[in-house]
């Protein structure tokens, strides 16, 4: 189990293994509370946070409580929030899962993962989406990071990348890297502006 404290911006990262593509995600959030003495006493609780149909393999959590709806490639919905979304607390404990759903002809196959723990933060200061995007940068560039970063003196990450010229957001970013690191593409050229 991840026991490690967590920033107020959670974020959750997933890898197909069994059939890559074929399966429908489910994410749940659990808050954990003084009484529980187990893992079983805190998933009997309700979700703070249910996604259904996630089609991303990075996700951040909500920072408020409107309903989500997600859509694939094409447009198309393919997954949303179910119930009401409860808002991270500063100290609080949470118990999370995952729950791949591939659907057949005859009935679903649920594949359930571990199940994890995190601690949000209680007030202090955490790494925000710049951070995240220096470690990814880190992951991408690999030895040539340091390189660049001498070329950048004074550099500090936004949180705005772009790739040839289109803006990625941090899903987009995680799966670019999940290709790199699957060897399913490579970095031809690389151009600091």
Same mark, same amino acid.
């Given at each position: 189990m991840d026991t490690g404290r967590a920033p107020e911006?959670?974020?959750?990262?997933?890898?197909?293994? $069994?059939?890559?593509?074929? +399966? &429908?995600?489910? &994410?749940? @959030? %659990?808050?954990?509370?003084?009484?529980?003495?187990s893992i079983q006493d805190v998933l009997s609780h309700e979700p703070v946070l249910k996604i259904e149909g996630y089609p991303q393999l990075v996700f951040q959590y909500p920072t408020d409580s409107s309903p989500l709806t997600f859509?694939?490639?094409?447009? $198309?919905? =393919?997954?949303? *929030? @179910?119930?009401? #979304?409860?808002m991270l607390e500063p100290g609080a404990t949470?118990?999370?899962? @995952?729950? +791949? =759903? %591939?659907?057949? =002809? *005859? $009935?679903? #196959? #649920?594949l359930n993962s571990d =199940?994890?723990?995190?601690? @949000? +933060?209680s007030g202090e200061q955490t790494p925000g989406t710049e951070n995240l995007v220096s470690i990814y940068l880190q992951q991408i560039l690999g030895d040539q990071f340091d390189q660049y970063m001498q070329l950048l003196d004074?550099? *500090?990450p936004t949180g705005n990348l772009y790739l040839n010229g289109a803006p990625v957001? &941090? $899903?987009?970013? +995680?799966e670019f890297i999940s290709k790199l690191n699957n060897q399913k593409i490579e970095i031809q050229n690389i151009t600091v502006e």
């Open positions: 911006r959670q974020y959750f990262n997933h890898y197909e293994s $069994n059939h890559p593509g074929t +399966a &429908l995600p489910r &994410l749940t @959030v %659990i808050k954990k509370y003084p009484g529980d003495a859509y694939g490639q094409t447009g $198309n919905q =393919v997954g949303q *929030s @179910v119930g009401p #979304i409860r949470y118990y999370w899962f @995952v729950q +791949a =759903v %591939i659907q057949t =002809v *005859s $009935n679903d #196959i #649920i =199940v994890y723990q995190f601690k @949000v +933060a004074g550099f *500090s957001d &941090l $899903n987009m970013l +995680a």
